[in-house]
């Protein structure tokens, strides 16, 4: 059998190839939405993919001391364009004055896998920190020498892993023994209270001894580690017969800050301190840098770590901005007149 084929008409004719045109462009257009979708929906399953870096937060006081401290460390994280619980998650560690704590909750950042080791409440957690890791970016903010506790090899190329910003405090403790001088010109000793587990506490101690030897006074060193032996100093400050406190920089001092002040002024003695905080909180007067800003500074570097660059390359920062802050309501209940001279040199007075 011969099979015939199939004949079209004309108008047959023209109309098939119209719906084979019609077909085949939405054909054709199928396939173009399908790849502009695909191409569309790529980044974002890319991006669903990738994990939220992690940052590693690790302080020696608590939350609450350090609140006011830590909003400025996350402002300069959005600096550099992260927002926490956003495209950034901070996973925090507080010691709570707990500085044998400090190790292992190192040790536990770093096998968490953190993308950067933020340490932070003076030098105890830097040097936990150090301990435990040798390769995740470490950027720390402390208040002595980081070149002479062995943390970085030098202030404008750290070196290894690590990097941050020295507070200055240990360094400014001569200038705050200046102060009391300029207050109490007639003064003759002053005790020095020092945290014994501080690191830098005999640095302090010898700035301490090396100003005073210039300025004439005899020092009567004090030690405190805890809450209770707090109170003792103060107890024995009477039978020192001293005529004012110099309290060193310390973070443990700092978380205790409320109860050093109370107990000055119930022994009516006058005592200058590190941060304004202290004055804040109804203390005579304070000398040293404007803590928050290096918090932020400590943030965008930590940013600045995550968009890639190397702590190597990264310079130690250091303060530019010193403030001496004067409480003149406390001066009063301590029956002191403050010098015209000394008024003058304060950048903050609360009267």
Not at 147 to 152: E, I, K, N, S
Not at 170 to 195: D, H, M, Y
Not at 196 to 203: G, H, I, N, R
Not at 290 to 319: N, S
């Amino acid at each position: 059998m011969v099979q015939r084929r199939r004949e079209f008409s004309p108008y047959q004719s023209t109309r098939l190839k119209r719906t084979m045109l019609l077909l085949g462009a939405v054909m054709r257009r199928r396939e173009f939405l399908g790849a502009i979708g695909g191409a569309a929906t790529w980044p974002f399953a890319a991006r669903a993919q990738q994990p939220m870096p992690v940052v590693g937060f690790l302080n020696t006081q608590s939350p609450e001391t350090f609140a006011p401290f830590v909003v400025a460390f996350r402002e300069g994280l959005a600096d550099l364009g992260y927002t926490e619980n956003r495209n950034v998650a901070i996973e925090y560690r507080w010691a709570r004055g707990q500085y044998d704590q400090l190790t292992p909750m190192a040790a536990e950042l770093v096998a968490r896998r953190v993308a950067v080791l933020v340490t932070t409440g003076g030098e105890p957690s830097a040097q936990a920190a150090k301990a435990v890791n040798s390769s995740i970016p470490h950027v720390f903010l402390i208040g002595g020498d980081p070149v002479r506790q062995g943390l970085v090899a030098a202030y404008n190329r750290p070196g290894g892993n690590i990097t941050g910003a020295n507070l200055l405090t240990t360094e400014l403790e001569p200038k705050r023994l200046g102060l009391l001088r300029a207050l109490l010109p007639n003064s003759t000793r002053i005790a020095l209270l020092t945290n014994p587990t501080y690191p830098d506490a005999e640095v302090q101690k010898r700035e301490v001894l090396a100003a005073a030897r210039i300025s004439g006074h005899e020092i009567v060193m004090m030690t405190a580690r805890d809450g209770g032996e707090i109170d003792t100093v103060f107890a024995s400050l009477a039978g020192h017969r001293v005529d004012a406190l110099l309290v060193a920089a310390d973070p443990f001092f700092n978380s205790r800050r409320n109860q050093i002040v109370a107990l000055a002024a119930r022994m009516a003695m006058p005592a200058i301190y590190e941060w304004r905080e202290y004055v804040a909180a109804g203390g005579l007067m304070s000398y040293g840098t404007v803590i928050a800003d290096l918090y932020r500074h400590v943030g965008r570097y930590t940013g600045r770590v995550l968009r890639g660059e190397k702590p190597a390359d990264m310079p130690i920062l250091q303060p530019t901005k010193f403030e001496f802050v004067l409480n003149l309501a406390a001066a009063r209940a301590l029956g002191l007149k403050v010098p015209d001279t000394l008024l003058a040199q304060a950048d903050d007075v609360i009267e």
